[in-house]
Structure formats: C-alpha cells, structure tokens
C-alpha cells in the first residue's frame, strides 16, 4: 500500500490503461464490430477478467484500488467489502484483505437451493459495504446487487470498478440516485490516448473509436447496431 501520500489521479488512469494494454485485455476493432449484450457495435472490448493472471498487475491495480476509495471516501466508511458474481469476486479479495476488512459476495440471483441465498459469508445487520465490481458500464447491475445488500439491513453507500467505460454520461448520476457514489481507475478515454501516444493502431482505427466514445448509439446504429438505449 502507499504509505506516505496517494497518487495522483490522471497518473493512475495512464498507468492502469497501459498495463491493460499491455496484457492484451482490451481491443479496437472498427472494421468488424463487436456486439454487446444490448446489440450495441462497438469498435472497443475490454477483459478485466485477464487481470487476475498477472501477480504484479493485478496487485498494483488493487493498491491503486484502495488508496481511490480511501482518498475519494474515507478510511474507515466500511466494515464489509463485497463482490459481485462473479468478475467482482476477487477484486473484493484482494481489495478487503489490504484494506483488513470481511469480505463477501453477491449472487446474481439465489442459487435455488439450500438457504436459496444470494449473500454468501457473513454479512451483519447496519454494517457498511464497499461493493466491488471489475467494470461498469451504465451502473444497472450494481443497482440488484446494492438492493440484496440493503434486503438483508446491510448499507452501501460507495462502489468501485477498475475499469468505467464513462461512455454512458447518465451511470454516475443513475447510481448516485440509487445511493451510490461511483469510484474507478481508469476509462475508455485513457486507453485511447494511450493507443494514440504509443501508436498502437493507425490514425482510422484511433479516429473511429473516438467517434463512439463521443456518440456511441449513433455510431452503433452506422454500423448495424441498436441505435439508443432499450
């Protein structure tokens, strides 16, 4: 952990989208879209995921972690830190084990079986949560997760990604209504301009991922994808 001071902000967005980069867990492809979930194109795709195999990576990601939720919310706001299922699972371990805290996870649903739970560990009633995910794009899901969390008379008031896609302009102020405050690493818009000053793709390429950064319904629907939000 960083003992002395926290590091600059704008320095850990370059330096989280270069050690992206540099494992490969993020793509420009604007000849041949990718398709979201949604039916978005996108000339973007990011893997977070790829993260957790990478020792030294994925341990300073977690520094940088800790120290944007204790310089940006607090150092002693939580009692609990929680992942979601399943790519937020071990962010919220290594997360809670520097930060000496319990950790739990959230299920998508209950499992259907047994005590049909959807919080596995022990989560006591009025304790603070810190719920962790590996990305967010529009805010939705962590609004299901933040819900079982209150269900069971838990509070969470902060939620950390490593990755926002900070494309969608309406998640933090969707969370911020739903009681969440938004933290995060690093976005789209670092990856790009680190793409752009280590010329990792040609000036197309780079052109075209900066048209959907700045209107991506509409470049989505250019090229064959929806054209606004379902």
Known sequence: MFQ??????????????????????????????????????????????KLISYPRI??????????????????????????????????????????????????????????????????KEGQRVLFVEDLTTDGGSKIGFADAIREAGAEVTDTFSVFYYDIFKDAPATLKK??????YLTTWHEVLAVARAEKLFDEATLEAVKEFLNAPY?????????????
């Open 4 to 49: 002395n001071s926290f590091p600059d902000k704008a320095m850990i967005a370059e330096l989280t989208a270069k050690m992206l980069w540099e494992i490969g867990a993020v793509h420009f492809r604007a000849d041949e879209p990718y398709t979201f979930t949604s039916g978005l194109k996108s000339p973007v795709y990011i893997d977070c995921r």
């Open 178 to 183: 739903h009681g969440m405050d938004l933290h």
């Open 58 to 123: 994925r341990s300073a990601v977690s520094d940088f972690g800790c120290a944007t939720v204790m310089r940006d919310a607090g150092f002693e706001k939580y009692d609990v830190v929680a992942g979601g299922e399943t790519a937020g699972i071990p962010y919220a371990a290594f997360i809670a084990e520097r930060l000496g805290l319990p950790m739990i996870y959230i299920r998508k649903k209950p499992k259907g079986f047994g005590r049909n739970a959807r919080i596995e560990g022990d989560l």
């Open 218 to 230: 509409e470049w989505s629907a250019k090229h064959g994808g929806i054209s606004e939000r379902a």
